[in-house]
């Protein structure tokens, strides 16, 4: 679904990734991981097209980026981002409508039928009694869900995650990377989304692309636990990958 060829990103003279290949699959859950400041966010812009690639070319459906029109990216593409979304008197199904936008007519009314899809996404992530609330007096986590609903109303094949699990407790990251996986699954959608939780990643994730500048790894779950480059990520001092419970430990 997604194609890097040769791809290096990066800002300024820095390469984070430095012509490297990869295919991000359709109908796959995948985890992007790395360190803070290798270029996860770098890589979710580029393929969003809000940032240019130093070389390469970053294809989808086999179409380059590049040769995209707004539109069709707006059709293409959803993007989900960190930022907390806490607009007073804003109501969700208004902030799921947002994804509509693509599709409405030049003065942005929806029809009936948008609002049918808005009510549908609403229902997937389980927030159809959520409807008329605000998100001033809703959780993160409650929140989240929202934001991944209007991404859902925008009817992409590519949704795109920027640390979705951010600021969410426990039980809410494994809620959320759930539902991600069965959205990837049961709608056959290329989900690719940057976290730090690497169990989450591990053990809900179908693929994990990995960056360790400037290489870009992505394999199979299973196969990058057994291809040692987990364990080099985290083999600061005081810090260890088991590879037999997938977990970070600490060293004693």
Request: hydrophobic share 45%; net charge neutral; with cysteine.
């Amino acid at each position: 679904m997604i194609r890097l060829e040769n791809l290096t990103i990066g800002y300024g003279s820095r390469n984070l990734v430095e012509k490297d290949d990869a295919e991000i699959r359709r109908g796959a859950l995948t985890a992007l991981l790395g360190r803070n400041g290798t270029g996860k966010s770098t890589l979710l812009r580029a393929i969003a097209g809000m940032q240019s690639v130093m070389a390469g070319r970053i294809l989808i459906d086999g179409l380059a980026i590049g040769d995209y029109t707004p539109a069709r990216m707006a059709r293409t593409v959803a993007t989900v981002t960190t930022e907390r979304v806490r607009v007073a008197d804003l109501r969700c199904r208004d902030v799921v409508a947002f994804g509509r936008a693509p599709y409405t007519n030049w003065i942005g009314r929806m029809q009936a039928a948008d609002a049918e899809i808005v009510a549908e996404a609403l229902a997937t992530v389980g927030m159809a009694g959520y409807a008329d609330r605000t998100m001033d007096r809703m959780s993160d986590g409650e929140c989240q869900r929202i934001m991944i609903a209007r991404a859902l109303a925008q009817q992409t094949p590519v949704i795109l995650l920027d640390e979705p699990t951010a600021f969410l407790d426990m039980p809410n990251r494994y809620e959320l990377g759930t539902l991600l996986a069965r959205l990837a699954h049961e709608q056959h959608k290329c989900i690719l989304f940057s976290t730090h939780e690497l169990d989450i990643a591990l053990n809900l994730c179908d693929d994990i692309a990995l960056i360790a500048p400037p290489r870009l790894y992505l394999q199979e779950a299973g196969a990058m636990v057994r291809s040692g480059h987990i364990e080099k990520l985290f083999s600061a001092e005081g810090i260890a990958f088991d590879p037999v419970t997938r977990s970070v430990v600490v060293k004693r």
